[in-house]
């Protein structure tokens, strides 16, 4: 993986005069050639994409042939054939091409989905997008291959007409997405799928965090915002996430500090300024008793095993 020196990429969707965010669709930079039956005028995506970088903004990539691997968050997902692959805002992620790819990249806002979908399920409440059992990869049968193919095909076709109306567009994402929560039960592990159903209680806190991790760091403060009391929100995270809030909200913190640590060259000090732990001995504490290193060996030591 390539480095950069002090900061991991961010992409953000392009501004739009439209008041309501937009949604984008592009192919792969890989795909030329490959695509066959997509408007020619579709773009590749414009971003750079061959280092590990991240959004502000969620994406499904769908890939109907390709092999290769994805990286997301430390975790390395082998790509042969027909899936859909889902990112949230902030991960970290990297695609590595064996062959041409074909299929589409989706990218959107939260706003852009709740707007043209009020009544439908939140992004959290969705498998792929939970920040817990996040399940970022849904394989397609040849059936499911050509539903997606068939409607992300006139998805894109309207996209591309000026006067379309993104209500339209909007009810696509909402379609698909459906159709993904109905299939995503069929890729979890039977481990997993005796999981009990998360309140939404629960989902809402999840929410906050994946928001405020950074600068909102103790359980009284997530209490406050979902009105109940610290030992209550406590009680309940533990039951269903197998996890003590306070810890939920210190990996959400570390996971952080592991990504700058592996794809920046911010130093230890800065990173801890970066998540709001000011200290830089406590930062170096806490790091070690979680992961059994340091952060600068946790560095070197990941650094030799990935890069």
Known sequence: MALVSDAIPVHSLPKTPSQV?????FRFKNSEGKQKESPVSLPITPLPT?????HTYYEILFIEEGIGFHEIDFHSYNIQGAGLHFLTPGQVHLLTFS???QGYIVAFSEDFYTFYNPVNPSLSQLPFFQPTRRQPIITLSETEKRYFHNILENMVSDHLTAETDQTMIGKYLGLILQKCAFLAPKNIQPAESALQTVPELVGRFQELVEK???QMHEVQQYAQELSVSPDYLSKIIKKYLGTPSQEYILDKLLLEAKRLLVFT???SKEIGYHIHMDDPSYFS???KKKTGLTPNEYRDHVRKSTI
């Open 21 to 25: 965010p937009a949604l984008k669709i």
């Open 50 to 54: 061959d280092a590990p970088h991240r």
């Open 99 to 101: 062959t041409a790819f």
């Open 212 to 214: 405020n991790f950074r």
């Open 265 to 267: 060259n911010l130093s």
């Open 285 to 287: 504490r806490i790091f």
